[in-house]
């Protein structure tokens, strides 16, 4: 079983950025692919991107491409997103998942943590 928590949220101006990081329980992190997902009001929990077990593959939503960075360290198991020039549609609660299969539908994903408030201010 995976545990995971999500940490650095918060509150940004427009074309800010923010870090966020997941930490992840037990000694099978390497074994999991890690995805960042996140979830607006009244809308469904979207793919935001993800990471292979090694770190040599990525996968990013368009709407995030060239300003989001998804990263992971093995040896501290924890998984980071990066986002850079953010604005306000990418305000949304931000949850990490584990998953066996490559996936970017989160009813693939095994595990998750308890999200994190991003809201950018225009």
């Known amino acids: 079983q995976v545990q995971l928590v999500e940490s650095g949220g918060g509150l940004v101006q427009a074309g800010g950025s923010l870090r966020l990081s997941c930490a992840a329980s037990g000694r099978t992190f390497s074994s999991y692919r890690m995805g960042w997902f996140r979830q607006a009001p009244g809308k469904k929990r979207e793919i935001v991107a993800h990471i292979s077990r090694g770190g040599g593959s990525t996968y990013y939503a368009d709407s995030v491409k060239g300003r989001f960075t998804i990263s992971r360290d093995n040896a501290k198991n924890t998984v980071y997103l990066q986002m850079n020039s953010l604005n306000p549609e990418d305000t949304a609660v931000y949850y990490c998942?584990?998953?066996?299969?490559?996936?970017?539908?989160?009813?693939?994903?095994?595990?998750w943590g308890q999200g994190t408030q991003v809201t950018v201010s225009s």
């Open positions: 998942g584990a998953a066996t299969a490559v996936s970017t539908t989160p009813e693939q994903y095994d595990y």
